[in-house]
């Protein structure tokens, strides 16, 4: 029989490897998105996303660039995947015992307020005042591939504790971005994206009506773009749609046909059988996230993470309010924002800390927070566009990912871990 603790780790740790392995890749594709955006081919780069595609329904007409194409349309099914895993953490995973989640949502708030606040106070009636939002996010892409490298100098309470914190991050993100970059909302198609979501509600566990579930979250997208509202927030409704029960009992599947009626049609109705026994959240997670992961995300990266900065200009960049509210937002205050947090929490008993676990190991992670990069560069987007202020903040945003990624590692890297198997699963012994 499957424990707990078997149901909590093991879909974790295929979530681990995933975002661990995209990490990297993402890092690559920002890496080459900077080579090429300042190298002699550039005009070949800029070109390239702003080349515009537009698509005609009849009387509708959408006309984007390449890169808001990517921005707007491909990051859906990113933030699907972020409404999917809020849905499992929530109900299944580190967010569901309140006395557990404390911690890390704790943790989160502190992480986002402080950023925000050290952004606010340097650029408060500034040209960059509207980016308050970027250093507020946490990828957990990045994050996890960097603890991927640290390998066993990491405690597992490490990795469970930035995938909680990323999570709640993600969906203080989607509040801001929603109620702060929605500008100008037309009421009449707000109603019709609700009335998508509303209509997929109530087909949502009527598996056999898939098409018509995704043709209404293109529904809910084109109405929220229209109205204003950033249509991947529909990317994020539909994902916390999903049901979080399997269809099917595992104890339902009927295997013994295959051996006594082998055949095309019997391997499809277990197959089938099989899959109904999954929870629609984790089913469509596990379909869904290489996706996201391994496409989507990097190719994001690589049309957001390009500046083209002069040599010329690199020092009055690095001097601008805007670039150092961002680097020191995400620097100085993941770090401080989630450490005191965390802290402040276990010394009034709200939250607890493994047992082994220092409060180095807490710094580290408050440290290793400080990595925005993705979020950070879709809040930059909404917030100043490309020029700019934009370029400043994103020049900032790539700065600080680097310089936390540095520093949450050497804060951590010196510990060694001994996992203790006499203790739970999440636990380990950390000298």
């Not at 390449?66 to 921005?71: F, M, S």
């Not at 970059?181 to 509600?201: C, K, M, R």
């Not at 020049?395 to 006499?422: F, K, M, N, Q, R």
């Amino acid at each position: 029989m499957q424990t707990v603790n078997q149901k909590l780790i093991r879909p974790f740790q295929d979530f681990l490897h995933k975002e661990a392995t995209a990490g990297l890749l993402i890092v690559g594709a920002a890496t080459l998105a900077l080579i090429w955006a300042n190298s002699p081919f550039s005009d070949g780069y800029f070109d390239l996303w702003s080349t515009h595609a537009a698509v005609e329904l009849g009387s509708f007409h959408l006309d984007l660039t390449l890169k808001e194409w990517v921005n707007d349309g491909a990051m859906a099914l990113f933030f699907v995947v972020v409404g999917l895993e809020i849905k499992r953490e929530i109900t299944d995973g580190e967010l569901n015992d309140p006395r557990q989640a404390a911690l890390p949502i704790i943790a989160a708030i502190g992480g986002m307020v402080v950023p925000a606040a050290i952004y606010a106070v340097l650029n408060s009636g500034g040209a960059g005042a509207d980016g308050w939002g970027i250093p507020m996010a946490t990828d957990i892409a990045i994050v996890m591939g960097v603890v991927a490298l640290l390998g066993k100098r990491a405690p597992s309470w490490l990795k469970l504790f930035l995938l909680a914190l990323a999570i709640v991050d993600d969906i203080g993100a989607i509040l801001v971005i929603a109620v702060f970059y929605s500008e100008g909302v037309s009421f009449g198609w707000l109603a019709l994206a609700l009335g998508a979501f509303a209509a997929a509600v109530i087909i949502r566990r009527w598996l056999s009506a898939v098409a018509l579930f995704v043709a209404l979250g293109v529904v809910c997208w084109f109405a929220l773009h229209e109205a204003n509202i950033h249509p991947t927030l529909a990317g994020v409704a539909f994902g916390m749609l999903a049901p979080v029960r399997p269809v099917r009992m595992p104890t339902l599947i009927d295997a013994e046909e295959l051996h006594l009626s082998p055949s095309i049609e019997a391997v499809q109705r277990v197959t089938r059988q099989a899959r109904d026994s999954v929870s629609v959240v984790e089913w469509l997670e596990h379909k869904l996230h290489p996706y996201s992961a391994f496409l989507v995300v990097p190719v994001f990266a690589l049309a957001n993470a390009g500046i083209r900065i002069p040599a010329s200009e690199l020092s009055d960049a690095m001097t601008n309010s805007v670039t150092w509210g961002v680097v020191l937002g995400l620097v100085i205050g993941k770090t401080v924002g989630v450490s005191l947090a965390t802290l402040a929490a276990v010394a009034t008993g709200v939250g607890r800390l493994p047992a082994g676990v220092t409060t180095r190991y807490v710094v580290g992670a408050g440290a290793l927070a400080g990595i925005g990069f993705t979020v950070s560069l879709f809040v930059t987007e909404l917030a100043f566009g490309e020029e700019g202020v934009g370029t400043e903040a994103r020049l900032g945003v790539l700065t600080a990912s680097l310089v936390a990624a540095v520093i949450g590692t050497l804060i951590v890297l010196p510990g060694a871990v001994e996992h203790d198997h006499s203790m739970d699963e999440t636990h380990v012994r950390v000298h």
